[in-house]
């Protein structure tokens, strides 16, 4: 793709950048409103069976998950015009979803801006090293990075380390307005927690909310892995790495199912978000199928993504991702070629 058509495929966002605020307002009412329903639900339910409980859970998972969207297009500004209402919004869904606004608005800039660019890895991204950065690692950073890439912690701690204690505390070289921020979000969570937990019961509270947690957090760290972790992804060093590339090429089209679609807020379509960021998750649709070019994206599904599961390493020679098998196989075949004499020519 030529300098000249990436200029051209930005510009052609440009039409939907731009938030509509009844669409806005009716995502916070089929949002909010059935999150606390079947939350209210799940907890009259109890005195009937724990098993229906849990399976309203799971349903209201789904909306946190959507809210979560609602948080994150209020962190680039593209839920409503106003950056007062996006900022006042953030917070609350926040609160709700225990991520600090300001933090995550700032790492999830970085993100952007970095995405796919092998060196400046490390700020809102998921960890992943290269094939020669892992041969070369210690014996103890394999061994964590081995844990980390494991789908049981990835997935199964994976919420509990991001979204209960890393989200609590401050990065370093924050601001003084993003360490405020912070402090606000933790003591709001901790405040709304022991309440609902003295009112209800901490039995109840913490089953419900910790199943609605657990089911909504895996599903969200799925998403951010599989948005760019996905076959004939695209990494560069930052010599050759381009925006628009990393944008097209390194974020997935994930097509869901028409439910998941809807409660994932059309996140699926991660390409272009991350060619505009500016564009509300409502259009987003929209803008891919109205631009040619994004229409011949690699599209995963529900079924090929599957794959990315066994995806660990980036192999910089092929540029693409590798497990841990191929890698051994990887090392042999070296080895081999390293001990076959080589003949000069005459």
């Not at 609902?196 to 901490?202: D, F, I, M, P």
């Not at 991702?321 to 890698?327: A, D, Q, Y």
Request: aromatic share 14%; net charge positive; with cysteine.
């Amino acid at each position: 793709m030529t300098q000249q058509k990436q200029r051209n495929l930005r510009k052609q966002m440009a039409p939907y950048e731009k938030s509509i605020t009844k669409n806005s307002v009716l995502q916070l009412f089929n949002t909010l409103i059935p999150f606390f329903v079947l939350w209210i639900l799940a907890y009259q339910s109890l005195s009937l069976s724990n098993v229906l409980s849990f399976l309203i859970c799971i349903v209201a998972a789904g909306f946190l998950v959507r809210m979560f969207i609602i948080f994150h297009d209020c962190c680039h500004y593209s839920f409503f015009k106003s950056r007062r209402a996006n900022d006042v919004l953030g917070n609350i869904t926040g609160i709700l979803t225990l991520f600090p606004y300001r933090q995550w608005q700032h790492d999830h800039a970085v993100h952007h801006a970095t995405s796919s660019n092998l060196d400046k890895r490390g700020t809102g991204d998921i960890w992943l090293l290269t094939v020669d950065e892992y041969l070369s690692a210690s014996f103890w950073t394999r061994i964590q990075y081995r844990l980390y890439r494991n789908p049981i912690v990835m997935f199964g701690l994976g919420p509990i380390y991001t979204f209960l204690l890393k989200n609590r505390f401050n990065r370093k070289g924050a601001r003084k307005n993003e360490k405020l921020n912070t402090y606000f979000i933790n003591i709001a969570i901790v405040a709304l927690i022991s309440l609902l937990g003295s009112w209800l019961g901490w039995g109840s509270f913490l089953f419900i909310q910790g199943t609605i947690f657990m089911v909504a957090g895996s599903a969200g760290i799925w998403l951010f892995y599989v948005q760019h972790t996905f076959e004939d992804s695209y990494f560069e060093e930052d010599e050759h790495w381009e925006y628009v590339k990393a944008a097209v090429e390194g974020s997935s089209f994930y097509k869901l199912p028409p439910l998941l679609q809807w409660l994932t807020g059309n996140i699926g379509y991660h390409h272009v978000h991350h060619l505009s960021p500016r564009i509300p998750n409502y259009k987003l649709e929209e803008a891919h199928e109205r631009t040619e070019p994004l229409r011949n994206v690699p599209t995963i599904t529900l079924s090929t993504s599957l794959q990315s599961l066994k995806f660990r390493l980036w192999d910089e020679e092929s540029k693409s991702f590798i497990g841990f098998k191929e890698l051994k196989s990887l090392k042999t075949s070296q080895s081999k070629n390293n001990l076959t004499p080589q003949v000069e020519p005459k």
